[in-house]
């Protein structure tokens, strides 16, 4: 299990993380998301033991992980910016990965070899940016880690090896109950594997719940009131929008409750649509005044 509570991380005046909490659960998927500065690749790079928080806890099984060796050897990450030597090959990087990873295993190594069908003798700065995310995959997977932590996991990969990609990691979540803690900008991808969500904004996390929670608790209604009705001012609405006769009504509720709510003003037509992560996050981070905005120049 991860728990970081109430962490602090400033550059200068700057303050990246600004009392952020969050909760993984052994064995999840956990989606972390928010907006470009949120503070994301800082939140990571404290939980892995890169940066060090200037306030909060971080504890991963209970223990703090600033320069805890044993404890970084069972973490196996991937940033965005995956670091290694200028003219190492895959295979210089394996053996490096051997020297600081006591769970290595050279014969998942070879096995991973057959999926990602990369030259290991390449040298890893002429390979392409996809292949390169392929070869921080082989590694990574290689080192058998209790707990996963990905960063924009899959930029750069093609449809075909971002499913491959995606099947490796949610096998070992099934078979050996790896932990993965994932921040993407790709939200439609991280619906279908996540299992926890985190909404990440100015330093803070907004909310974290289960994806079910999160699309329990807002709801998309389409409604066609009668001929010169409008939405009822007193019906707690997000956001409106109208096409034709059909109002769009974004809903801080369950399905259910929306449609016995809408029901009482006996609309032509109420349909309750479930949501989608995007359109979870836009609303959550402020709703209309959150979305894409024409400029007229």
């Given at each position: ?164 990609v995606w099947s490796l990691v949610l096998g070992d979540v099934a078979q050996r109950g790896v932990t993965v803690l994932v ?42 009131f009668r001929d010169g009705e409008s939405v009822p001012e007193d019906l707690p609405v997000l956001h409106v929008s109208k ?28 349909d309750a649509i479930p949501l989608t992560l995007e359109e979870i996050f836009i609303y959550e981070l402020g709703g209309a ?9």
């Open positions: 299990m991860i728990q970081i509570e109430t962490i602090v991380k400033r550059f200068g005046a700057f303050a990246a993380l600004d009392g952020a909490s969050l909760s993984v659960p052994a064995g999840s998927v956990y989606g972390l998301v928010g907006p470009n500065g949120a503070g994301k690749s800082t939140l990571i790079r404290c939980l892995t033991g890169i940066y060090r928080q200037d306030k909060g806890k971080i504890f991963v099984d209970g223990q703090p992980v600033w320069e805890n060796a044993p404890l970084k050897g069972r973490i196996a990450a991937i940033p965005d910016d995956w670091y290694y030597f200028s003219q190492a090959t895959i295979r210089d990087m394996c053996r490096f990965y051997q020297g600081f990873c006591p769970s290595f295993s050279m014969e998942r190594y070879e096995k991973l070899k057959e999926v990602f069908e990369i030259d290991e003798k390449r040298v890893l700065r002429r390979l392409s940016k996809g292949m390169q995310k392929q070869a921080a995959f082989w590694l990574a997977l290689s080192c058998m880690p209790d707990y996963l932590v990905l960063d924009e996991p899959v930029d750069g990969l093609d449809p075909v090896m971002r499913r491959q921040s993407s900008h790709n939200l439609r991808e991280l619906e279908d594997v996540c299992d926890h969500v985190g909404i990440l904004d100015h330093g803070k996390v907004l909310l974290e719940r289960s994806l079910a929670q999160l699309q329990d608790n807002m709801v998309k209604l389409q409604v066609v096409v034709g006769r059909i109002y769009t009504l974004i809903m801080r509720m369950g399905a259910e409750e929306a449609q016995t709510r809408i029901a009482a003003y006996q609309p032509l037509l109420a005044d959150y979305a894409v905005k024409d400029i007229v120049l």
